[in-house]
């Protein structure tokens, strides 16, 4: 796993992780560590979050949070959706935090050339960072009877489809493509959006990842009721938070507005409906429906 850097700056609206403050995960002397994805969509979660004595921020993509949490180098963070079914002996997770979409998720998307059964017998490069929508296009693709190889890779859209027929991007690396449509290796690819692909399939949400803990560590609830206010205040504050993305990205705002307002973030009914959909064909025939539901584990707190 790469080394995810420890921001012990504040996660604070407006302002970047500041290099000289940075040390490694396993020299933090922390009590709780909390671990965030970097991502656009993330954001109103830790709006304006600050660490307190006792707590450190770490951030990475997906797949790094996905490992520290495993190994024990951090005690709470966003967890791929495919990575909790995966480790749900060893894992619980917030009963009421999600990323999640009814349709339409705008940065888990497969850009290709020719339509989406022309994708039998390619060659896809996926991206490294992420777990879930690796396996969401596995499953996809199952459902429709299409055989492809899917090769990991590094999310570099001219480079992927360079030397392979599709690619997956996910977070603001696809977000940034989708937007733009721009022609690569002089070609404008087609999009196919995951989110979107799944809904069509099920008429379910897809939830792409929760807020998780090891079951034997789990979580302060100091540390849960300051999640739980951030999210308030950032989705209180929706707009502002959308500028200050815009400006990163180099996106129009209203454009990452809509994008932040299609996201589904209390984990709802309708949401773990959709996650043990999901689960279920991941690992089909393998256990009863009813067991793997009881296996999927929430904390009460």
Do not use: C
Request: cysteine-free; aromatic content about 6%; charged content about 20%.
């Amino acid at each position: 796993m790469n080394a995810v850097a420890l921001a012990a700056s504040a996660v604070a609206p407006a302002a970047a992780a500041d290099p000289a403050d940075a040390t490694r995960l396993g020299n933090v002397p922390a009590s709780e560590v909390l671990g965030i994805v970097a991502y656009t969509n993330v954001a109103p979660l830790h709006w304006g979050l600050e660490p307190w004595p006792g707590a450190r921020f770490v951030r990475g993509v997906p797949t790094e949070l996905n490992a520290a949490l495993l190994a024990g180098d951090v005690d709470l963070t966003l967890v791929s959706s495919v990575e909790f079914v995966r480790h749900r002996h060893e894992l619980v997770a917030l009963p009421d935090f999600s990323i999640a979409t009814l349709g339409p998720v705008h940065s888990v998307t497969l850009f290709h050339h020719g339509d989406w059964r022309a994708l039998q017998g390619t060659r896809i490069a996926v991206t490294t960072h992420s777990a879930t929508s690796v396996a969401l296009l596995r499953v996809l693709l199952e459902l429709d009877g299409i055989e492809a190889e899917l090769v990991p890779a590094a999310p570099d859209l001219d480079a992927m489809l360079r030397q392979h027929d599709a690619a997956l991007l996910i977070g603001d690396d696809a977000l940034v493509e989708a937007v733009t449509a721009r022609a690569v290796n002089g070609r404008v690819p087609r999009q196919t959006d995951l989110g979107d692909a799944w809904y069509r399939a099920t008429r379910l949400p897809f939830t792409f990842a929760v807020w998780a803990a090891r079951a034997d560590r789990p979580p302060s609830r100091r540390l849960v009721e300051a999640l739980r206010a951030a999210r308030e205040r950032g989705l209180g504050h929706l707009a502002q938070v959308a500028r200050v993305e815009a400006a990163s990205l180099g996106l129009a705002e209203a454009t990452v507005l809509r994008y932040l307002a299609t996201f589904r973030y209390f984990l709802e009914p309708p949401d773990r409906d959709g996650l043990l959909a999901f689960a279920k064909r991941l690992e089909p025939g393998l256990l009863e429906p009813d067991r793997l539901e009881r296996e999927l584990r929430f904390l009460d707190i």
